[in-house]
Each structure stands twice: as C-alpha cells, then as structure tokens.
C-alpha cells in the first residue's frame, strides 16, 4: 500500500509564500514523475507542475515564475514552493505520483488526500 501524505498549506495573504510537501511511503521500488495538481471551487482539477524522476521540470503557465517544484529522492518528497500568491491561487492543491510497487509490472499512479491553500487579505 501507498500513501501520499501532503501537509503546508494554510491562509496567505497576496504576495505571500507557502511552501508544500508531500512524502511517499510504502512498499515502492521506485518513483517516476511527480506532481502537484489544484482544483479550485468550480473548476477542474488542473496541472500545478510536474518533476521527473531525472528531474526536468513543467509548470503550468499561470505560475511560471513564482512556483518551483523539487523533489528530494531519498525522502521520498516532493515540493512545491509558491511565492507571490494571488487570489487566484486559491485551491486545494494535489499530490500526485507514479509509483512502483514490489509486485507492479507497471507504476500506479497515486493521489495525496489534498491540502486547502488561501489567498486572501
């Protein structure tokens, strides 16, 4: 079994910074990509940034620039620095991973229970 368990996040004002993260745990041979997704009330769950396991790096255009995404292979963790946050930024934001497990032929892809970011004055 595989968990994601992502904690950081909280009420922000703009311009501020949260920094997320999210540890695997489990029984994982090995770990590909990894990433953060949001969904904002409304709106679709949509693509934060993504971070391959050799550790090129995609972003979303609506943070280029103030968010970086890095992992720390060792621990098992990913992060999610925001800085400059707008209101818009505001959603629960998703870790997401592709992970082998002992028994997998293929990696699975997993998803973290979520974490409710705010941007607000």
């Known amino acids: 079994q595989v968990q994601l368990m992502e904690s950081g996040g909280g009420l922000v004002q703009p311009g501020g910074s949260l920094r997320l993260s999210c540890a695997a745990s489990?029984?994982?041979?090995?770990?590909?990509?990894m990433g953060w997704y949001r969904q904002a009330p409304g709106k679709e769950r949509e693509l934060v940034a993504l971070i391959t396991s050799g550790g090129s790096t995609n972003y979303a255009d609506s943070v280029k620039g103030r968010f970086t995404i890095s992992r720390d292979n060792a621990k098992k963790t990913v992060y999610l620095q925001m800085n400059s946050l707008k209101p818009e930024d505001t959603a629960v934001y998703y870790c997401?991973?592709?992970?082998?497990?002992?028994?997998?032929?293929?990696?699975?892809?997993?998803w973290g229970q979520g974490t409710r970011v705010t941007v607000s004055s």
């Open positions: 997401n991973s592709a992970i082998k497990t002992y028994g997998d032929f293929f990696p699975g892809t997993y």
């Open positions: 489990g029984s994982i041979v090995s770990i590909n990509d």
